[in-house]
């Protein structure tokens, strides 16, 4: 998570930023010297006017913190509204300029600190402070009755109108400079809750992204063990027993030879069928390339009419196998069958691989009430049997079960073998 708005400063500034105040103080005091040069010359405070170089000095006290005014708000409005004062106290003839360069600092504390109860406390003091000055200005004019003519006939007094229209001016003028302020960093601040959105959300999309990856790659990894596991195990049995054999039953060799080839052939049609799978998959339209089998004939949509298949493969390997149904057949949702004949192949391939030379594999079918039922036993070395193994075999039968809503038990029998049983809900 990112820093909260109470905690987030959008200070320090970049050399950007100092280098735009740096020009705005620049511009700013070249404006100044100007004005105050007009302004003397035109007699605004006659005699009492300020000498040339008070003048200069107040110039550079109120223009020379503005280039600092974003690295150092605080301090840049308290001195730029002292410069203010002395300016007018001083008698020094500039009554244009100076009132931007107290706008731009008090903005700035508004816009810039961090620290908003800080924020506020200064800028209530100086603004405290300017109406303080301005209201003894406009007492000390009270006891001038002269400073302004005295038209009985106005329908406000002239000196009554004044006082007003200065204090009217300066709460617009304050006003203005706290809203645009507090407006500004309700932005920034706006901005940087937005980015810190944008970044989760992009920092999300990168897991999903890596997520989805790293699951499609445990897919293929799993469709692959399916299809080559049971033919490669079913090969490696039969080009055994034809080894075995060769010398003195030729016949036989043979016929095991036979099956090897018949099993790569099958495990050769049966990765062609998923990657076309895959392939229609990436397309992204549903149509197939050219070549490629649908998709409702791929490897993950067996049938359970395909578990008996199995069976005869492993007594073709050399391995007694019973196939039993118990129960009424009946259809099954296609996953369902996909997830059972998966399981039955991968136990199966099991007992091949791990059950010992001449293991009996007992393969039953039970459909049930609300569910059907894969059992697949063996008589071989059960708890003692080969763990060398990756364990893919096991994670993906755990995973596919679940993947339905079923449950699998995987294990050695208490009276020696393997027991592998799935329950799969139908409904």
């Known amino acids: 998570m990112g820093a909260t708005p109470s905690e987030w400063s959008r200070l320090p500034v970049g050399r950007q930023e ?9 511009a700013l005091a070249l404006g100044m010297a100007t004005t105050v040069t007009l302004y003397g010359s035109s007699g605004a405070y006659d005699d009492d006017q300020a000498a040339w ?25 308290v001195v730029v509204a002292l410069a203010f004062v002395g300016t007018q106290l001083l008698h020094v003839p500039e009554l244009f300029v100076v009132n931007f360069t107290l706008f731009i600092a008090l903005y700035t504390v508004g816009a810039w600190c961090s620290d908003r109860v800080r924020a506020e406390a200064v800028r209530w003091v100086v603004i405290g402070g300017m109406f303080t000055w301005l209201f003894l200005a406009i007492v000390f004019g009270w006891s001038m009755p002269t ?35 507090n407006r500004a960093w309700s932005a920034a601040v706006a901005r940087h809750e937005l980015d810190l959105r944008t970044a989760e959300l992009t920092a999300e999309r990168e897991r999903s992204a890596a997520q989805a990856i790293t699951l499609e790659r445990v897919r293929i990894a799993r469709e692959l063990h399916d299809v080559v596991a049971h033919h490669v195990a079913l090969m490696g049995v039969q080009a055994g027993a034809a080894r075995r054999v060769l010398g003195r039953d030729p016949e036989q060799a043979a016929s095991s030879l036979s099956v090897v080839e018949d099993s790569a052939r099958t495990a050769v049609e049966e990765l062609r069928r998923m990657l076309g799978t895959l392939r229609a998959h990436d397309v992204g339209d549903g149509a197939a390339p050219a070549g490629s089998t649908a998709a409702g004939a791929a490897p993950s949509t067996e049938g359970i009419g395909r578990i008996a298949e199995v069976v005869e493969a492993a007594r073709t390997a050399g391995h007694p196998a019973d196939w039993s149904v118990v ?9 369902v069958a996909a997830v059972a004949f998966r399981v039955a192949q991968e136990a199966v391939t099991n007992v091949l691989k791990h059950a010992g030379h001449g293991a009996r594999a007992d393969v039953r079918l039970r459909y049930l009430a609300d569910a059907v039922e894969v059992e697949v036993t063996d008589d071989g070395r059960g708890g003692t049997r080969d763990t060398t193994g990756s364990g893919l075999g096991h994670v993906g039968m755990r995973e596919r079960v679940a993947a339905v809503g079923g449950t699998v038990e995987i294990g050695p029998r208490a009276r020696g073998g393997y027991l592998v049983r799935a329950w799969l809900p139908t409904t």
Not at 18 to 26: E, F, P, Y
């Open 18 to 26: 100092l280098r735009q105040d740096a020009v705005l103080a620049g």
């Open 53 to 77: 170089w008070v003048s200069a000095l107040m110039v550079l006290a109120n223009t020379v913190p503005i280039a600092f005014r974003r690295r150092f708000p605080m301090s840049a409005l």
């Open 147 to 181: 400073a302004l003519p005295n038209d009985g006939e106005a329908l406000i007094p002239p000196y009554i109108a004044y006082s007003l229209l200065n204090v009217l001016i300066n709460v617009v003028y304050f006003g203005a400079a706290w809203y645009a302020g």
């Open 327 to 335: 129960g009424e057949e009946r259809p099954v949702p296609p996953t």
